[in-house]
């Protein structure tokens, strides 16, 4: 089944800049649940959308009035986006040429440039107003009937406005409202920029906070750290130092133990020399054999005064030196305690240090990421205020165009 397919021209003067109507753009409609259909368009300039006055119209819930524009001149084809939802290959775009295999997509509508004839601008003729009934026609080859979800709507052509001032304020208004519509997109972009600006830097400092709040939490975890190792060392020197100063008490106990017998036995050992020189002379007076037998006991107790001195002195000397390396060990481990409590609060010190410099920065960083975030949450509930606004502007503007280039026919 073959249709006709309205396509309304615009006047002269712009069809003459766009191009001639014996180039041609050939599309290939792609809807689901429906067999492929292939369009072709010879009007320079084909508004494409939902709207009754596009050139190209498209039945689907999901399309907007006036989708894009598609512009036909010597050098080829390029299309111009209305509406957010227009993709072109998947990716958004404003305005961009169009190639073969181009892939235009509506909502759930695609439309794949299969043929491009460009045709070189026709000159102005005032003869062409004679022959009213020769408008650029679109042909469809497989169109579905109207009951789909996806069609396209057909109307007669429209003959040539008889008057040219009109005609001409139309498509003075038109191209107004068309440079309107570039200038808001621009400031949209801008918009979109400056958003994306604030959410990149809102981003960086909310990845600067969360690093200073990382390091001061290693930095106080160290400093816990530090301060057990520091109570645990002390606890650990006290216990050494008590266990020395008893080996100590108990070392000094024995010396004076062993002193106290050293002095009796010298005692006893004078006594004893005296009773025995008195002993003798009296018995050296009684008879001769018993000053021989007090001689001889004489002797043997003063060697075993001499055996006990001996070895009382050399145990007096072993627990004196004992005692020495004690003390010895005692002071060195002060020092070794006192060189690592001053190491460990050093350490302690810088790591609190540490911390007080990572507050103050966190402090000082705060304010400007509440700050930041304050300005994304305004920027945005500003930049959603003025996309609806814009959106509604557009859409407006968007029918507006559409009215006029019906007034142009």
């Not at 709040?213 to 645990?232: F, M, T, V």
Request: net charge negative; hydrophobic share 35%; charged share 30%.
């Amino acid at each position: 089944m073959v249709g006709q397919l309205d396509t309304h021209a615009t006047s002269r003067g712009r069809r003459s800049l766009l191009g001639s109507e014996d180039g041609e753009l050939a599309f290939r409609i792609h809807a689901p649940d429906h067999e492929q259909t292939t369009v072709t368009v010879r009007s320079p300039k084909c508004s494409i959308g939902s709207h009754e006055s596009c050139t190209l119209r498209l039945k689907a819930a999901d399309l907007r009035p006036v989708h894009c524009w598609v512009m036909r001149g010597a050098n080829g084809a390029w299309v111009r986006r209305w509406s957010q939802q227009t993709l072109l290959n998947d990716q958004g775009f404003e305005a961009s040429p169009l190639r073969i295999g181009d892939r235009l997509k509506f909502g759930s509508i695609e439309l794949e440039l299969i043929n491009i004839r460009p045709a070189p601008p026709a000159p102005e003729s005032h003869e062409s107003s004679a022959e009213p009934n020769k408008a650029p026609a679109v042909e469809a080859s497989g169109v579905p009937n109207e009951s789909a979800d996806a069609a396209i709507e057909t109307s007669d052509a429209a003959e040539p406005s008889a008057s040219e001032e009109p005609t001409r304020s139309l498509a003075n208004r038109l191209n107004e409202l068309e440079s309107l519509l570039d200038d808001y997109a621009g400031q949209r972009e801008r918009e979109a920029e400056q958003q994306h600006a604030v959410q990149d830097e809102l981003r960086r400092l909310r990845a600067v906070v969360a690093d200073r709040e990382r390091q001061l939490g290693d930095a106080r975890r160290l400093a816990s750290q530090y301060e057990l190792e520091l109570q645990s060392a002390h606890e650990h020197w006290l216990a050494e130092r008590a266990a020395l100063e008893r080996q100590i008490d108990e070392l000094r106990e024995r010396i004076e133990r062993l002193a106290e017998p050293n002095a009796e036995n010298t005692t006893r050992e004078d006594s004893t020399d005296g009773d025995s020189a008195t002993a003798r002379a009296a018995i050296a007076l009684a008879t001769e054999s018993a000053s021989e037998s007090a001689a001889e006991d004489a002797t043997l107790d003063v060697e075993i005064n001499a055996e006990l001195r001996a070895e009382l002195r050399a145990e007096h000397e072993r627990t004196t030196a004992r005692l020495a390396e004690l003390q010895q060990q005692l002071d060195q481990r002060e020092r070794e305690h006192a060189e690592q409590a001053a190491r460990l609060t050093e350490q302690r010190d810088e790591l609190l240090s540490r911390v007080d410099e990572l507050q103050s920065s966190l402090d000082h960083i705060q304010p400007a990421h509440d700050a930041a975030l304050a300005t994304a949450e305004r920027v945005e509930r500003q930049l959603t205020s003025e996309r609806e606004s814009w959106q509604s502007t557009h859409e407006s503007l968007a029918r507006e165009i559409a009215d006029l280039h019906l007034g142009l026919e």
